[in-house]
T-cell receptor, first 112, second 113 residues
Framework: GENVEQHPSTLSVQEGDSAVIKCTYSDSASNYFPWYKQELGKGPQLIIDIRSNVGEKKDQRIAVTLNKTAKHFSLHITETQPEDSAVYFCAASIGGYQKVTFGIGTKLQVIP | DGGITQSPKYLFRKEGQNVTLSCEQNLNHDAMYWYRQDPGQGLRLIYYSQIVNDFQKGDIAEGYSVSREKKESFPLTVTSAQKNPTAFYLC????????????FGDGTRLSIL
C-alpha cells in the first residue's frame, strides 16, 4: 500500500521566517495531496491541496509544490506568525474513499 | 453554520465495556469516516461509509463497529475486543467523488479507567 513519510517531525522558526515541510510518497498512482493543520485539542483542518496535474499552488502565505517524478511534495509557509503554530499533516490519495494515507505530522512552533 | 459535531469530547471506558462515540454532520455529505490518532502517528482509518446503510472496514477495524442508518450520523462503537482503545478519535465527512477534501470534527478522547 501507499506509504507517506513526512519530515521534520518538529520545526521551530522565528516569527517572520519561512517554514518548509516535506513529504514523500511511494505509490506513483497517487494523484491528490491535501495538507491539514491541527491545533491542540481540535480536529485537522484542510489548509491547501494539490492535484497531480498541477506543480504548484499558492494561497496567500501558503504554497504547496509537487514533483511527481521524484514523488515528493512540500508545504511552504512564508512570513510565519505565532498563530501558525500547530501540527501539520500531509496526505496522499490514490483515489477512492479508503485510500488516503497520512504522514506522521510536523509540530511547527513559531517563536515570537 | 455547517459542520461536524463529535460527542462527548472526553470519554472513559471501564474494562470489558463497550462505548459509543457520536458523530453528526449537517454538511449534506454522503461519505463519512472514522480515524484513530495516536501520539507521534498519523491518522489511521477505522471505518468509512459512502452511503446510508453501507460501510467498509479500513486499516484497523478490529475491535470496532459502526452503523449508518441516517445520512447525518455515523456512530462508532469501541468494543471490549479492542484491547488498546486509548486514543483520540476523529470523524470526518466529504462529498462523493474521488479526491474530495475531508472535513473533520474536533474529536473524542477515549481513556481507560
Amino acid at each position: 500500500g501507499e506509504n507517506v513519510e513526512q519530515h521534520p517531525s518538529t520545526l521551530s522558526v522565528q516569527e517572520g521566517d519561512s517554514a518548509v515541510i516535506k513529504c514523500t510518497y511511494s505509490d506513483s498512482a497517487s494523484n491528490y495531496f491535501p495538507w491539514y493543520k491541527q491545533e491542540l485539542g481540535k480536529g485537522p483542518q484542510l489548509i491547501i491541496d494539490i492535484r497531480s496535474n498541477v506543480g504548484e499552488k499558492k494561497d496567500q502565505r501558503i504554497a504547496v509544490t509537487l514533483n511527481k517524478t521524484a514523488k515528493h511534495f512540500s508545504l511552504h509557509i512564508t512570513e510565519t506568525q505565532p498563530e501558525d503554530s500547530a501540527v501539520y499533516f500531509c496526505a496522499a490519495s490514490i483515489g477512492g474513499y479508503q485510500k488516503v494515507t497520512f504522514g506522521i505530522g510536523t509540530k511547527l512552533q513559531v517563536i515570537p | 453554520d455547517g459542520g461536524i459535531t463529535q460527542s462527548p469530547k472526553y470519554l472513559f471506558r471501564k474494562e470489558g465495556q463497550n462505548v459509543t462515540l457520536s458523530c453528526e454532520q449537517n454538511l449534506n455529505h454522503d461519505a463519512m469516516y472514522w480515524y484513530r490518532q495516536d501520539p507521534g502517528q498519523g491518522l489511521r482509518l477505522i471505518y468509512y461509509s459512502q452511503i446510508v446503510n453501507d460501510f467498509q472496514k479500513g486499516d484497523i477495524a478490529e475491535g470496532y463497529s459502526v452503523s449508518r442508518e441516517k445520512k447525518e450520523s455515523f456512530p462508532l462503537t469501541v468494543t471490549s475486543a479492542q484491547k488498546n482503545p486509548t486514543a483520540f478519535y476523529l470523524c470526518a465527512s466529504s462529498i462523493q467523488g474521488q479526491n474530495q477534501p475531508q472535513h473533520f470534527g474536533d474529536g473524542t478522547r477515549l481513556s481507560i479507567l
